[in-house]
Structure formats: C-alpha cells, structure tokens
C-alpha cells in the first residue's frame, strides 16, 4: 500500500472543521493521488455512473486513493456516516458505523461479502480487492451524533475491520473516535481482528471515561497456520491475544469472539478449551463463541476453501447448508451447551445478547439458551434466505419490494 493520505484529519491537528473550511483546505487531496498505474491486480474500471443508482452510483464517482498488493482503493463520497441496524429478533434498534467498505483481511467465510454487489459488484474477491474509503467521515458523525439519545448505542465495524491494513495510513477510525471522545452518556461497541486498535488506547481511555465501552477482538483460532488461510491478511492469533492483555491492562473492558465455529474444525471441545484457555491468560473480559453461517454471498468462496483444504468435509458442508445459511437447532444448542461448560471451567464471563454492542459485557454465566439461540455475528444483519421464501410465496410484487428494502439497509 502507497500513498495514503488521511480523508478526515484536519490540516491543524484534531480539531474538527465546518464543511465548507474542511473542503477549501484539503481540496488538493480529492483526487488524493493521481490514478495507479495499471497492473496485472487492478480490476475494471468503475461502471458509466449515469446509469447507477444510490451507493452504486456514489462508488463510481469515487476517486483513486492509492494501491496495494492486489487491493485498489477508492474514495467513497457518502452523505451520511451512521446507519441504522435494526436485530433480527427486533429486540435492540442501535447505529452502526462501517469507515470502509470492503476489508483486506479477506476472510473466507466473511458474511458481509454482499455489501459489494449494491455497488454492482458480482464478484465476491472484489470485496477485498476494492477497497472504498469514506470521505468527510468525521465531519459527518459530527453532525449526525448531536441527534443520538443519551444510552443510544453504535457499533463500530459490523460489516469490514474498522483496523484493516489501509487505516494505518487514512485514519478514518481514528478521526471518527476522536469524534466520540468529545461525547458521554453513549455505549459504544467496536469489532476488530488487528493489532493496530492499539495505536489508539489514548483516545479509547477517554472515550471509556465518559461513556460505556466494549471492544471485541476476533480470534477464531489459535493456529496460525489454519488462520493464515482462513484470514489471510488478519493478524496472527498469538499478536490478537497479546492485543486483548494491553487493552485489559490500559483498564479496557475488552473480550474474545471466538466466531465463527467452523464445524469439523474449531468447533470441538479441545479446540474450545485451547481457545478459552488462553483467553483466561490476557484476563478477557468476556468470551463468546458462535457457529458458522454461510450467506449466498460468501458460501461459494467458503466451500472453495473446504474443498482446498478440507476435502474430506465436502460432503457433510454441502448437506449441513444446502438449503440455510444458519446451523440446525440442535447443533446451536449443542455447541451453546459446550460454550458454557467451558467458560465455568475457565472462570470466564459470556455474552448473551448482541455481542457487538454494550449489553451483558463480562455479565456473569447463567442466562437462558433463549438468549443464545442466534449466531453472534448475524445480530445485525437481516436473515435474507428465509425473508426472501416467504416473499416468493406471497408473488413478484412483493420480491420487488423487499430488494428495495434490502437495498435501504445496506448502506454501510
């Protein structure tokens, strides 16, 4: 990667500027480089913008930011930062904030891949391949946080890594936090897999003195080799564990999700042991454990890397999600019985509601299997394969409408 400049930060530091002083002072940074030179990685060139509509066409108008290994970036002009996450269960109505949109970490089981095909994007590598960089990020959480309820929650990184590689140079996650460091009274959950959350303890601690929050850090496994080909540009397990324990010391209230589970690999209960183990070493918070669910988007990709990696599970993956992107019940109650067991032994605290969020934070164990029924990772993103049956049997018009519907949630 080359030649990222920061899209938020005002020239004079962290103060923050009208949009009108923001946009006279770094107008020489749209386009923020010049267009990359073409190379054998970089994709088409973004479609005649005339005829898109919505995020499609914002993405087209887009422009170059840089290069990295394989990886385009893209400036993305959005009209608004915050976005509104509604639970599956309906249970929660919180915001959620994505910088990017794409992530380089690649994961082959990512369940967000969809979120590049509103931008016209069939092709699931292009997710983290094109990578889109929001502009006046901070500007616009300026605007929009003065209309948030003291309690209100948001959620940082639901959809891609708000730490991916790129952000080590734009700062966009930075610029946004320093945002939130200005503000109390609201809870404030962040999601991540990289190390470099911890360039930003300062901002972290203060934001944590006035307000409530929670970080997340991903780990799946502790192979490193099973997640160099399952994650492949995430950081090693053994530096996210070493991440969890310098948060922790700082005084952050931060836990391991250990999602998701796949089945046949990491969902046993030496694998869950060694995890929860380890977790208890850096003093976790919490630890939360979850099943694989696979969406249309991302289920090619995965069954590819089964089929690579994992031959003799072909069979048992295409019969467990031939016709749902969700486990069975049994199998989610008997991985939710193991995650329990295991956390007892270990002196571990659980979640038991919407694990990107505030709520139950490090709560002791003993909630009902009711409030565990559902995949940590699926809380904020809509259960499309069953809407979508009950849809076709009610006749067109109705499929017609729910693409409308889905198309006004995706907006991160």
């Given amino acids: ?168 140079k734009a700062k966009i996650t930075r610029s946004l936090l320093e945002v939130f460091a200005t503000q109390s009274g609201l809870r404030f959950g962040i999601v991540t897999k990289s190390t470099l959350i911890e360039r930003d303890i300062d901002l972290l601690r203060r934001i944590a003195d006035k307000n409530d929050l929670v970080i997340h850090i991903t780990i799946t496994t502790p192979d490193a080799k099973l997640a160099r080909i399952l994650e492949p540009r995430a950081p090693r397990p053994d530096l996210r564990f070493q991440t969890v324990q310098r948060l922790r010391q700082a005084g952050l209230r931060t836990g391991i999700l250990c999602s998701p589970l796949l089945p046949g690999i990491t969902d046993n209960a030496r694998a869950l042991d060694s995890m929860a183990r380890r977790a208890k070493a850096v003093d976790a918070s919490f630890f939360a454990a979850s099943p694989l669910f696979l969406k249309p988007c991302s289920k090619g990709t995965f069954l590819t890397f089964i089929h690579e990696h994992f031959p003799q599970l072909d069979s048992s993956y295409a019969q467990r999600y031939a016709d749902a992107a969700f486990v069975s019940k049994a199998y989610q109650k008997r991985i939710t019985d193991l995650v329990l067991a295991i956390t007892k032994k270990h002196g571990l605290n659980r979640r038991f509601t919407d694990a990107l969020l505030t709520r139950d934070a490090g709560s002791e164990t003993g909630s009902s299997s009711e409030d565990q029924r559902l995949p940590v990772q699926a809380e904020l993103w809509p259960s499309i394969n069953n809407e979508k049956r009950a849809l076709e049997k009610r006749g067109p018009s109705s499929v017609a409408a729910e693409k409308v519907a889905q198309r006004v949630m995706m907006t991160s």
């Avoid at 930060?9 to 990359?36: D, H, Q, V």
């Avoid at 919180?94 to 069939?122: D, L, Q, V, W």
């Fill in 1 to 168: 990667m080359t030649g990222i400049l920061p899209l938020t930060r005002s020239p004079g530091g962290s103060s923050f500027l009208s949009m009108g002083e923001y946009k006279a002072k770094t107008e020489s940074l749209f386009p923020i480089l010049t267009a990359p030179p073409e190379t054998s990685c970089q994709g088409d060139s973004p479609a005649d913008s005339n005829r898109l509509r919505g995020i499609a066409r914002l993405a087209a108008q887009g422009d170059a930011a840089g290069e990295g290994h394989c990886v385009e970036f893209r400036t993305l002009p959005v009209r608004s930062i915050l976005n509104s996450s509604v639970s599956r269960r309906g249970l929660w109505f919180a915001k959620s904030i994505n910088p990017y949109r794409g992530c380089e970490f690649a994961c082959r089981y990512c369940y967000a891949r969809y979120t590049h095909e509103f931008m016209e994007m069939k092709d699931p590598a292009d997710f983290e391949r094109k990578i889109y960089m929001k502009e006046n990020a901070a500007w616009l959480l300026q605007q929009e946080i003065r209309h948030l309820r003291a309690g209100e929650e948001v959620a940082l990184g639901t959809a891609t890594d708000p730490y991916q590689p790129v952000e080590r």
